[in-house]
């Protein structure tokens, strides 16, 4: 072989080494060694501090505080204060993974803003195309007319991708939405994140981290109907316009109504899984690719956390709720005993002292508001789990990102679904 073609090929070679390397680890990479067992990269973000950058897991005990669960096996997850942001610990918290449904967070606390609860859409076929197979889906029908609050509620108990594509299909279609999505990520700071679909269903190189699906959470809660909504039990959902056969209406229509139940276990409960005292939301996700998922947070005795935990290996039935209920437990016992690791990063407007347009803290909201009431069986269909008492309620005062109380009790079973 000549001496410079020779050259060329190693030079070459040395270079995809280093792009290999250096490339984050993505869903559909396999990333950092075997399918079943892989490891996190060596180098990744360090949004929030340097700590979080690291692989492994990182904590800084005090005299007295509590050892972190031994039965932890999630990829990735992260303890954090969602007042003060604070983040008491974690484990490869920047590790670029797919979230799943987890990524619906974004979505809503993207496109709910935009449209009052009380506008109606008749469903076209159209809107309903590309809804993955095997989508978790709230039973949508064509040519049946929705209210925006009916969709939400499709969106945040039933995870279902049809109420995601209609509300989608309202903000000027998927790709539209898909790239409001990835802009509102990057106001919040969420740089971890790449969307290619707006519901989190598998999809090539779509990505996202338990630090960012905090940093969603964190966001979202900040909206009095994200809060309600991710805290809701259950409730009745329209379903289809049919026929009367029988009785003094036959020939009549009339629209029927289904019971629809929360798929956040530790909000609901389920066997072999207790309802978590003081949750409060906020998703679970699940697909092949991604595994499951979670986003929760929880009060008690005044203080409010947050805990993310992606992709458990351990087997256990059920593993990322009870593994988050670990880590909530550990995290409520530990606050004041650990140093901070690093920290929920405040939006880019927040940092700035203002909160620009879709930034968290906008879209009208008042610093103070009045306790919600236990349950709302009216014609709203709402089932909030037992009720709100005192609020999560976020301002951004002085540019400060600052989260207050208001958390509702665990309510009733719920179910899981393929893809939710």
């Known amino acids: 072989m000549p001496a410079v073609k020779k050259t060329a090929m190693l030079v070459a070679s040395a270079a995809l080494l280093t792009m290999s390397t250096a490339a984050p680890a993505l869903a559909d990479g396999k990333p950092g060694g075997d399918e079943e067992h892989p490891k996190p990269p060596s ?3 360090t949004v929030g501090g340097a700590r979080l950058g690291e692989p492994g897991t990182q904590v800084k005990l ?3 505080a509590p050892v972190l669960p031994k039965d932890l096996t999630g990829r990735s997850w992260i303890v954090s204060d969602a007042e003060s942001g604070e983040v008491l610990a974690s484990h490869n918290a920047h590790w670029r993974l797919p979230p799943a449904s987890t990524l619906k967070m974004l979505f809503a606390d993207t496109v709910l803003p935009k449209f009052p609860k ?5 469903v076209a076929l159209s809107d309903l195309e590309g809804v993955g197979a ?3 889906m709230v039973g949508i029908k064509e040519n049946e007319t929705y209210s925006v609050h009916d969709l939400w509620l499709g969106v945040f108990l039933k995870s279902g991708n049809d109420a995601v594509h209609v509300l989608s299909a309202m903000n000027d279609g998927v790709p539209q939405t898909v790239k409001d999505m990835q802009k509102h990520a990057e106001e919040l700071q969420a740089l971890d994140t790449h969307v290619v679909s707006p519901d989190g269903y598998d999809a090539k190189g779509q990505v996202s981290s338990a630090y960012d699906l905090s940093l969603f959470a964190r966001s979202g809660l900040q909206k009095k109907d994200f809060r309600e909504y991710c805290a809701t039990a259950t409730a009745q959902f329209p379903g289809e316009t049919k026929k009367v056969k029988k009785g003094k209406d036959k020939g009549k229509t009339k629209r029927g109504s289904f019971e629809i139940q929360n798929t956040n276990k530790l909000l609901t409960g389920a066997p072999g899984v207790e309802p978590y005292k003081g949750i409060a939301g906020v998703k679970n996700g699940y697909t092949s690719n991604a595994g499951n998922t ?4 929880a009060e008690r005795d005044g203080k409010v956390l947050l805990v993310t935990v992606m992709n458990p290996s351990s087997g256990e039935a059920h593993a990322v709720y009870n593994e988050t209920a670990r880590l909530f437990d550990w995290g409520f016992k530990a606050a004041g005993k650990v140093d901070p690791v690093g920290e929920l990063v405040a939006p880019k407007g927040a940092a700035t002292g203002g909160a620009g ?3 968290p803290g906008s879209g009208g909201e008042g610093a103070v508001e009045k306790a919600a009431h236990a349950s709302d069986n009216g014609t709203s269909g709402m089932g909030i789990a037992l009720g709100i008492a005192g609020g999560v ?3 951004l005062a002085a540019g400060a990102f600052v989260l207050r109380r208001r958390m509702p009790l665990p309510g009733q079973a719920g179910r899981r679904s393929r893809q939710d």
């Open 62 to 64: 005090k005299a007295g």
């Open 134 to 136: 095997g989508s978790s």
């Open 357 to 359: 347009k879709g930034a």
């Open 393 to 395: 309620l976020a301002l």
């Open 118 to 122: 009380s506008q109606k859409h008749k």
């Open 294 to 297: 979670f986003t929760g947070v």
């Open 43 to 45: 180098r990744m973000s």
